[in-house]
């Protein structure tokens, strides 16, 4: 077997050395019942040339969303990874190293992931930033327990313009913490009614929301320190914030984001980045790691993760989160990728996304039967179909081209969203798909 | 040997540092800050001017500057080219980090999950889109089934830990559907730090148990405690004293007998995967980490993948989504209905790290069911031939053999003035990862070490001749020397007290870093 | 500056390299052989076992074994690894190599060369099938054709010097074709070995030309030695002394006046690509590396691509294949017939160097022509910047302005007792890659310089501090310092004398190679 | 433009710190006539984006060996490559790293030359060789130039098996070198009758021969060596020595072959990396670059470029060849993908080759009407066709078949080869595309 380096003489020789006459014997504390010559009916060995077939064959049974006119987001998006990026994060050195717990063997680590906290505290108009979490949805309930720790008050309230998945992960683990959870419904283009009182520990929104409208949230945000509740907000398409105003600057206190949309691919859902941050007056209530600036022996500038008597492996049961292994490579992609970008490249990439979702916004409303429902919007909009969406993207897929989310996908339960139509336009979208997709469109709605 | 002291004597003072203009060292390169190599204006992204058109950001545009550094490729790629260079990684040498087995990453795994078909699809696509993913997702289940003997397998956890609360979660949801309100969890004091955190993190309360003079659970004292509050055990097997829990099927019987469930942690499957088969051992739920015994690369830190196999009792809990065969071929469950009424809800946005499963199956295939049985035998048998290799100079914590790592205590530095710490960081000065220290707690000063089976002899050989140096010159005296380890890094040992008395957690233009940096 | 001459006195010792017991220096690792780490039956490639059938290799079976070592995947991913990790290149830092123009490698350009499209197409695949080939390749030609203003390009040499082959030899067939049989080849002496050593291959004798104190070629002493046995000239333009050939315009009318033809040796385009074109400088026949100026990577040593430009009294000798337009699509012309008919032949198997065209078209379009510019524009800026900043304390061997690379000479170093060579091994410990050294030929102790356009100002100043820097030392009379430059790399100073006096060119079982490993 | 870090600022800075008020000041040595503003009618500089849609188009219409049945060899072979070879070569202190001029800090380029080496003497079974030449034609022709070093004669007798582009590269090499070059014809199937005298500085075989015939040259090694001429062998399949008797062992002086079949993609032919090989005694006539092991100031091993006296860089117009720029990375991949197979590996992926070659023999010979011509072969024979090959090759590919080589491709003159086929199998070859292939073959015959 081509990964394993000990021949039949080594394995021998080892066994003597160990004094065991078989492996078997090394095998000895495993009760008898247990114990196992092999596993059947399983496949056997294979060499690269075959596994790269079988799986290349399963590959080529799904629809790459570069080979067809593609607008979906709903959370996750098709942005230009520069070829630079997947270089460098394969570099063995970052590609197989561990969590950086012997700092003199991991500064390019540490300091590629203060780089990272630098980049999303700028980026969310925040004080600090974590490491990553595992991903938007699941940073947004870690967010909601830490608020819970911070204020000792046991509600969250959610807003009906949270990711659907986020509002879900927030429930599941509320539900075994103990937090009460207030979802409140969708209600795409409505100003929705959100009220406190001094149990709510947090209220958490989204900007853009899911239905890709941008709302300031300040005025809350007011009323949440009035009533000492946090401000979480959620952002689940981070690009926006090239170009639009940060949850910071709208006085929000927790900021969840999913970063996947810098540096990373679609990857059919994961592996993502969750991105973490908050004001530094909490900074001991943080959930996850954090690289933190020191000095070495010689006094001159390192890297280390700190303040690990937050977490699990010092506090045990007593820790801000139970997370360990995070998303690592994924922020160091995102680090990449934003170094790249810069001011200048992330802001006119912002630009260019919504200029693409203005240009298909107005080409789709302008189909015959079809309805704009966002009233401001970054790259992702919201239509009504005069038929129900999940009809339409079927349709739409079966002519080539992957039109976007139908809410009701994701809100089965909600019949007044049944012909509510989810499309993401971003730098990828050439006009040629612009026009492949309004063509279409208006060809089912005839 | 002679030759070291004298060398170690010879040891060039820190100001040695200043024997540079530029503070380089030949190819150890110093290198800033991204933020503080801003030119203004710069950016390593062309991209068009947008066609102008009027905003529709509802008046929210940003409009205070964001703050990030301008800098071209060429900058970036060497500014990360150089930090990678301060990085040890398995692709460098021995990665001996006991619990974490830090084997070979096979690059075929990270070319197959780079398939357009793999990587550039979206989890919203329709169904009809997606079948290749969603076969692949339904082939490594298969397996997982099968290596586990367990009914079900969840595979949205995104890392051990998140496995965990899973199979915690999906516990605690069956105690609840019987109306059963227990509060307890049984956790060794060896547990890895996670296994206590997630029981509370799923609400409940932690109840230690400790282990046996063999290192293995006190099953007096876990039968004393388990009663009828008691919600689950949460034990890792093989442990993480590196010994397979021999009285696991008493342990299992007697948890049962206490109306309790099973779990397990499975981070060291690596040591019996394709040979035992935790079904066959009484147990209930066991999370496993794709990013160790099934190779996809660490990455630093992350992103990892922890499928939780499940027993019939717990499978209809399971969280969302899950893959189903139906008429029109595989399909996506995404909504607590029908089958899935029951699940614990989501646990994470989309389906689950799509990514490494790709790698993983990749990774199985390549091994194959006699492959994946030959992986556990050489990580044990490469384990216990360090084991005696090193037996001679440190104090193994529990005698006889061990599985994939084994574990010593600092006993053979008593006396020596030489930490643990000191021991391990003068392993780094000699090229290699230090093993893991200061875990598991039952044991002082832990030495934790896990070769996995894709080191090769003469690998061990170099090792353990190290070590066994290292222990006859800290038992010679040598303190010094110790202390000042390691002297050959890029940094030497890292103020990590003063980084946390007062955290400096970002650059800020106005922060020390600048000054520090000049 | 101060902390340095003390530090340097605290040089360590050679045996400061007994000081770790591996011989490993904590990221630095030491390598063996791979034929040191053989394990008999290894293999990183696991394959099918073939099924039986009879031989037909018609009694030629090899029976011998061939003696190479066998090694697992990890060991030989690892062995790789850490002999990369030996090398210093572009990605690591500023690599101000004089005349080989190492400017950054868009990584971009590397993704284009590997699609399938590209990288898996046979050369003798019907021409239906690889149009896309024939349009890229057809498109690179239109590039350098407008680039170089000359009428035709011939893309198939291998590198510059095949280049220079291919346009002597285009030079010597048109020649022979009007029966002019010329011997003599003139070639100043700042050119560079390929030079000569072409014109000899191709069967010339070659007539060196001196410069001028300006380090031009000396116009009169041109004219003298032109004459009827003259067939051509090489020249380099920007010449290899970093320096236009301001008399450029003069030399082409004498050298056809003379009958001879003008061939320009075109390494150093990338001071004048996109401003200045050679066919407006009367050249007839001149090449360019791509692994130059359009940053295809130089891979430590290759390979490269130099396609010739050529004017219309040579083109019709253009080597085989050419591409050409028909009805039928693009089709390739592999035979001397038809408009091919007068061609010189075949000078490589196949087409040329596909992969690297690829990445020049990527970097082409990238740039586009105001790129382009600009990357002249740059490249001569920075050159002339690091003139300036070096002006002070090394001696520059030609006066005033330069084009995209600065020449210094060793006078700077008159008595201090250090060389040229030790100047450029003490800036390896400062961890930079040292300039081009005694060359060109016409200087004392040549210091060529040449940084980029890649390079940042920032980067120039650290150079230029460090240079200067560790010029003032030489004059402040440390020696030893500089003799014993490099102390910081993987290896010191190694002794290439000895190497060359008793070669040692491959490892054998009972080479001293084996011992010396243990 | 992302690859320029120069700012406006940093230009004009930098100008006045030369001292100049424009960067035109820096061009006054160019005549006035030969200035140019900037080019006209070419386009401008384009982001990662388009270039990648752009050059993936010219891609799209290429048709990959791998996405069809692909038979094709006649000098250049579709085998595996590992992905870790690729991996690896792409590591920025390889791929970007200059000729390692400066040992110290280029040990591992130095190190892993001098394994390639190795493994090229071992393969060939000769004993030594160099760190690589550009391709195995320009290889041949740098061999027939050494031959005549060596032996002052004037004649080089090339076989008529010889690959026609070996023959044509070194006609044009010795035709500017006045070399005479006697080039036999081509004779699929029959053993040549090859004649000797006292001006034959050479004769150039090879082996497998064009048409894929094995032969055993040990006897004309010994009349070439009784006439004082060298024999060179070239080998255009480097595959072939994992099952085949070494030229070394059939008394070859030189051998020049073509080592693109391990460890470097088909690259529509280029780049490729020439393997040189030849006896100890003439190593000071060696063409090319070579790496040699010695000891650095503390008596440590390592390794250096030595013998330069026989290069250009210091011996110009005396050197032994023009070449300056060689393989070098091909060469790496080489040598990963060798140490990779190692010699389980190699022997096996020769036997896995002939094997395929064999049962597709059978398959085609059986098809009515076609008929084996080559007696003895490795991974690739010839066919007689009752059609001109030119034109079956044609409409094969119109069956999506790429089923060879047609020998008049070659040699257009030769009307009697216009019905042979060249024919390749190697481990890539599946029973399927054997199917396909016979199938689409006898249908055609049909
Ligand atoms: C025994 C044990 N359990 C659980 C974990 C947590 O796994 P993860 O880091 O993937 O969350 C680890 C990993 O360090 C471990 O070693
Ligand atoms: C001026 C000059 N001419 C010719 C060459 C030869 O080019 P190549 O190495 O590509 O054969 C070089 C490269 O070093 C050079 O600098």
Same mark, same amino acid.
């Given at each position: ?8 003489? $080594? ?53 790459a969303a570069g080979s067809v006119p593609f607008f979906i987001g709903g959370g996750a998006y098709r942005h230009h990874v520069p070829a630079a990026v997947d270089h460098l994060i394969q570099r063995g050195e970052f590609l197989t190293s561990y969590t950086p717990y012997q700092p003199e063997l991991a500064q390019g680590t540490l300091q590629a992931l203060f780089e990272f906290q630098t980049q999303v505290a700028l980026l969310t108009g925040m004080e600090v930033a974590n490491a990553s979490l595992y991903d938007g949805a ?96 959620? +952002? ?7 170009? +639009? ?7 929000? $206190? ?41 000095? $070495? ?13 937050r977490e699990q492996h010092i506090r045990r049961e007593k820790a801000t989160s139970n997370i360990c292994t995070n998303s690592g490579l994924c922020a160091l992609a995102f680090a990449i990728h934003l170094a790249l970008l810069g001011e200048t490249g992330l802001t006119r990439l912002a630009r260019l996304n919504h200029a693409a979702a203005c240009n298909l916004a107005d080409r789709l409303a302008a189909v015959p039967g079809v309805r704009l429902v966002t009233g401001s919007f970054f790259n992702e909009f919201a239509l009504r179909l005069p038929i129900p969406a ?44 612009? $026009? ?11 | ?28 390169? #110093? ?71 830090? /084997? ?35 082939? %490594? ?18 890392? =051990? ?9 999906? &516990?605690?949801?069956? !105690? ?5 309100? @227990? ?32 290192? @293995? ?7 004393? /405690? ?6 689950? %055990? ?8 590196? !010994? ?6 008493? &342990? ?24 035992? @088969? ?25 992103? =990892?993948?922890?499928?939780?196999? %499940?027993?019939?009792? !717990? ?21 607590? #209905? ?86 391990? /960081? ?21 030495? !934790? ?25 800290? /038992? ?8 000042? *380890? ?7 040992? %890292?103020?990590?007290?003063?980084? *946390? @008395? ?7 233009? #106005? ?8």
């Open positions: 077997m081509r990964y394993l380096p000990l021949t039949p003489a $080594d394995r021998a020789e080892m066994l003597a050395a160990i004094g065991a006459t078989s492996i078997d014997e090394l095998f000895a504390d495993v009760p008898a019942t247990a114990r196992r010559a092999g596993l059947v009916d399983l496949p056997l060995a294979q060499g690269e040339i075959e596994v790269e077939r079988a799986l290349s064959k399963m590959a080529a049974k799904n629809i699941t940073a947004c309930a870690e967010a909601v327990a830490m608020a819970h720790r911070i204020t000792r008050r046991g509600k969250a309230v959610l807003s009906g313009g949270l990711h659907p998945h986020y509002r879900e992960v927030c429930a599941t683990y509320a539900q075994f913490s103990g937090l009460e959870v207030e979802a409140l419904d969708p209600s795409p283009g409505i100003v929705e009614k959100i009220d406190l009182d001094n149990e709510t520990a947090c209220v958490v929104v989204q900007n853009p929301d899911f239905f890709g409208e941008l709302r300031d949230w300040s005025a809350l945000a007011a009323r949440c320190h009035q009533q000492g509740a946090l401000l979480i907000v959620a +952002v689940t398409e981070i690009v926006s914030l090239g170009a +639009v105003k940060p949850p910071g600057a709208m006085g929000a $206190d927790i900021v969840a984001a999913e970063g996947q949309g810098i540096g990373n691919a679609l990857n059919f859902g994961g592996p993502y980045v969750g991105l973490f941050a908050a004001r530094e007056q909490h900074v001991r209530q943080i959930p996850g790691r954090l690289a933190g600036q020191t000095t $070495d022996t010689d006094g001159r500038r390192g890297w280390v993760l700190t303040l690990s008597t999940a009809e339409a993207v079927t349709v739409l897929a079966e002519k080539g081209v992957l039109g976007g989310v139908a809410a009701s996908r994701l809100y089965p339960e909600r019949d007044d969203l049944a012909d509510l139509l989810l499309v993401a336009a971003t730098e990828m979208v050439t006009q040629q798909n612009i $026009d492949s997709y309004s063509d279409a469109l208006a060809e089912i709605l005839r | 040997m002679t030759g070291w002291s004298q060398a170690l004597s010879a040891h060039p003072a820190p100001t040695e540092d200043a024997a540079t203009l530029t503070g380089n060292r030949g190819l150890q390169l #110093e290198e800033k800050l991204i933020f503080e190599q801003d030119s203004a204006g710069l950016s390593g992204v062309d991209l068009p001017e947008p066609p102008v058109h009027k905003s529709r950001l509802g008046g929210l545009e940003r409009r205070e500057p964001i703050g990030l550094p301008g800098l071209s490729e060429p900058q970036v790629v060497r500014h990360f080219t150089r930090l990678s260079q301060k990085n040890y990684a398995i692709d460098s040498g021995l990665y001996p980090l006991g619990s974490c087995t830090m /084997k070979h990453n096979p690059r075929i795994n990270e070319k197959m999950a780079r398939l357009p078909g793999f990587a550039d699809i979206h989890p919203l696509q329709p169904a009809s889109t997606i079948q290749g993913a969603l076969e692949l997702i339904d082939t %490594l289940a298969h397996w997982l089934k099968i290596l586990t003997g367990m009914p079900a397998v969840a595979l949205s956890p995104a890392a =051990g830990a998140h496995g965990e609360l899973c199979g915690m979660m999906t &516990i605690r949801a069956a !105690l609840t559907a019987q109306g059963d309100a @227990r509060q307890r969890i049984l956790v060794p004091e060896s547990a890895h730090g996670t296994n206590p955190a997630t029981a509370a993190t799923c609400g409940y309360a932690i109840d230690p148990i400790p282990n046996n003079a063999r290192g @293995r659970v006190d099953l007096a004292a876990l039968k004393a /405690k388990l009663g009828g509050d008691v919600a689950a %055990l949460m034990l890792t097997n093989p442990n993480t004293c590196g !010994l397979f829990e021999d009285e696991i099927l008493e &342990i299992a019987t007697a948890v049962h007998a206490a109306g309790a469930f099973f779990y397990c942690d499975g981070a060291n499957f690596n040591a019996i995967v394709g040979r035992v @088969r935790p079904a066959d051992l009484g147990i209930d739920a066991l999370h496993l980490n794709l990013h160790k015994t099934f190779s996809t690369p660490h990455g630093g830190g992350g992103p =990892g993948s922890g499928p939780v196999a %499940l027993a019939t009792a !717990l499978a209809s809990h399971a969280p969302l989504p899950w893959v189903v065969h139906g008429d029109k071929g595989l399909s996506l469950l995404e909504h607590a #209905e029908g089958l899935a009424a029951r699940t614990i809800g989501r646990l994470k946005g989309f389906h689950g790290q799509m990514g490494m499963f790709v790698r993983a199956l990749s990774y199985i295939m390549s091994h194959g069911a006699d492959g994946l049985k030959q992986v556990a035998e050489d990580a044990v048998l490469n384990a216990n031939y360090l084991r005696v290799r090193l037996a001679g100079t440190l104090s193994q914590s529990y005698p006889g053999s061990c599985m994939h790592e084994v574990l010593f205590d600092d006993r053979f530095l008593k006396d020596t003035g030489v930490t643990t710490l000191d021991f391990a /960081k003068s392993l780094i000065d000699e090229g290699f990862h230090p093993m893991t220290m200061y875990f598991p707690l039952v044991v002082h000063g832990a030495l !934790l070490i896990e070769p996995t089976e894709t080191e090769s002899k003469a690998s061990l050989d170099q090792f353990a001749d190290t070590v066994n140096g290292l222990a006859v010159r800290a /038992k010679s005296g040598d303190i010094a020397g110790f202390h000042a *380890a390691p002297r050959l890094t890029p940094r030497r040992r %890292l103020d990590e007290t003063g980084a *946390a @008395r007062k955290p400096l957690l970002r650059w800020r233009p #106005e922060s020390p870093s600048r000054e520090a940096a000049e």
